[in-house]
């Protein structure tokens, strides 16, 4: 059973929430923050590319990378081996989208951490790093002690009680 109830990931749930609130309010919608992030991290990228990476039609990738480009978070650039097609490229107003969200959730956990005590802090914050170190080693290995442990789940059923408490959230 899952002592932790998810408490992290609706914490994190709740401080997407206010990141897309504070992008909407400068004119981002969620599905462009998507689009940004990944031609941020995948420079030069074609429409067809974004396409199949995000599983979004043409015209709905169209659509957003007109909007984002008339906005000025992203170029286009001739493709030089197909001058049918254009590349994508994040521009720095796009860069410092990354820092903006980057800020709102600095905020949000700073404040929720007002809410303890020093002690508590200290020792929620040091159990926190413990547990993105694990987490950061168990990805870097492909997440071979987590499939384990999820396939022992499954074996003993425990898998499909917890399937039926996160319905009834």
Known sequence: MDGSKRQITK?????????????????????????????????????????RQLNMDKGAVARRTASLEQKGYLIRRANPADGRSQLLFATRKAEQLKTSKAEVETAFYGWLLEALGEEEKESFLSTLNKL?????????SGFPHVIQWLLREKENGKGEQEDDEREDE
């Open 11 to 51: 914490i994190a749930r709740e401080a997407n929430k206010l990141v897309i609130r504070t992008m909407r309010e400068g004119g981002i919608g969620s599905g462009e923050v998507d689009l940004i992030h990944l031609i941020r991290h995948n420079p030069g990228l074609s429409q067809k590319e974004v396409c």
């Open 132 to 140: 993105y170190l694990l987490s950061k080693q168990e990805s870097r």
